[in-house]
Nanobody
Framework: QVQLVESGGGLVQAGGSLRLSCAAS????????MGWYRQAPGKQRELVAT??????TNLADSVKGRFTISRDAKNTVYLQMTSLKPEETGVYYC?????????WGQGTQVTVSS
C-alpha cells in the first residue's frame, strides 16, 4: 500500500506561481512512476506531469516551459507551476503507479483568478 498526501494548493492570480507537494509513504519501494493530474470543473481528469523512478520526466504540452516536476530523496514529488492561467483552475491529484496498481491522493485545489 502507498499513501499520498498533497499540499500546496491555493488561490493565485493569473501569471502567478505555486508549488505543489506530494509526500508518499508506505511501500514506496514499489513505486515506478509518480505524477500530477488535474481535473477542472465539469471536465475529465488530465495528465499534467510524471516522473519515473529513474528520473525521467514527462510534461503535457500545455505546461511545457512553465511547470517543472521533481522529487527529493524523501519520496516527495513537487510540481512547480509558473505563469498560471485561469483555465488551469481545478483539483490537482497526485498519483503513484506500481507493478500491481495505482494510488491517488485526496487532491488539492488550485484556483487561478483572472
Amino acid at each position: 500500500q502507498v499513501q499520498l498526501v498533497e499540499s500546496g494548493g491555493g488561490l493565485v492570480q493569473a501569471g502567478g506561481s505555486l508549488r505543489l507537494s506530494c509526500a508518499a509513504s508506505g511501500s514506496v519501494f514499489s513505486i515506478l512512476v509518480m505524477g500530477w493530474y488535474r481535473q477542472a470543473p465539469g471536465k475529465q481528469r488530465e495528465l499534467v506531469a510524471t516522473i519515473s523512478r529513474g528520473g525521467s520526466t514527462n510534461l503535457a504540452d500545455s505546461v511545457k516551459g512553465r511547470f517543472t516536476i521533481s522529487r527529493d530523496a524523501k519520496n516527495t514529488v513537487y510540481l512547480q507551476m509558473t505563469s498560471l492561467k485561469p483555465e488551469e483552475t481545478g483539483v490537482y491529484y497526485c498519483r503513484a503507479g506500481t507493478l500491481t496498481g495505482e494510488y491517488w491522493g485526496q487532491g488539492t485545489q488550485v484556483t487561478v483568478s483572472s
